[in-house]
């Protein structure tokens, strides 16, 4: 069974910083556009970041812009969040996915991860 599996998350001070990774299992996805989500309690899941197969072009929603980088290391078949400055706001579980095309819409991603518990403190 193919599986995304995350890793990093945690609790950290307001300010401070975490570094997710997001590792398959079953199978490679060095041709596949990565993407990491987020969902709040009590709150639709919505887009943070995405990553072309190429690593080339990136996106951010507008919260994270600036904060936050997405990355991918192919030969580890791996896609990192550096997340910095971190805010209360941005306490969610966090989930990595894959879909064939470049896309900032969960409807088109194909492969998701379990999450990881992202909290941040003021």
């Known amino acids: 069974q193919v599986q995304l599996v995350e890793s990093g998350g945690g609790l950290v001070q307001a300010g401070g910083s975490l570094k997710l990774s997001c590792a398959p299992s079953?199978?490679?996805?060095?041709?596949?556009?990565r993407g990491w989500f987020r969902q709040a309690p009590g709150k639709e899941r919505e887009f943070v970041a995405a990553?072309?197969?190429?690593?080339?072009?990136?996106y951010y929603a507008g919260s994270v812009k600036g904060r936050f980088t997405i990355s991918r290391d192919n030969a580890k078949n791996t896609v990192y969040l550096q997340m910095n400055s971190l805010k209360p706001e941005d306490t969610a579980v966090y989930y990595c996915?894959?879909?064939?095309?470049?896309?900032?819409?969960?409807?088109?991603?194909?492969?998701w991860g379990q999450g990881t518990q992202v909290t941040v403190s003021s």
């Open positions: 990553i072309s197969m190429s690593g080339l072009r990136t």
């Open positions: 079953g199978r490679t996805f060095s041709n596949y556009a």
């Open positions: 996915a894959a879909a064939r095309d470049y896309s900032r819409s969960a409807s088109d991603f194909d492969y």
